[in-house]
């Protein structure tokens, strides 16, 4: 595994912490937002592809995320140039 992966696995599971802190602490008000949810979503998903090693590859066009943009948001699915498509089809962005 790469140092790069390495980081990005470190990032996306303290980001997990914060947000299951987080969800615990709204549980009985008003629980986590459909945001927080998507999110852990995203971050499970990237966990998964990092054990799977299919991590940092665009699961639209198949070529890689980009070191940046893994840095950036290690829980991206597409690389820049679609990750802009899916923005301007009205697509969720990140
Ligand atoms: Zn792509």
């Keep these: 595994m790469t140092k790069l992966y390495e980081q990005a696995r470190s990032a996306l599971l303290s980001r997990r912490e914060?947000?299951?802190?987080?969800?615990?602490?709204?549980?009985?008000?008003?629980?986590?937002?459909?945001?927080?949810?998507?999110?852990?979503?995203?971050?499970?998903?990237?966990?998964?592809?990092?054990?799977?090693?299919?991590?940092?590859?665009?699961?639209?066009?198949?070529?890689?995320?980009?070191?940046?943009?893994?840095?950036?948001?290690p829980e991206t699915v597409y690389c820049s140039g679609c990750l802009l498509q899916h923005a301007l089809a009205g697509g969720r962005r990140d």
């Design 18 to 73: 914060s947000l299951t802190r987080q969800a615990r602490h709204a549980a009985g008000a008003e629980g986590s937002t459909a945001g927080e949810d998507q999110e852990l979503g995203d971050i499970d998903a990237a966990l998964a592809r990092l054990d799977a090693g299919t991590y940092g590859t665009c699961q639209s066009c198949g070529s890689s995320v980009g070191t940046q943009r893994l840095r950036a948001v």
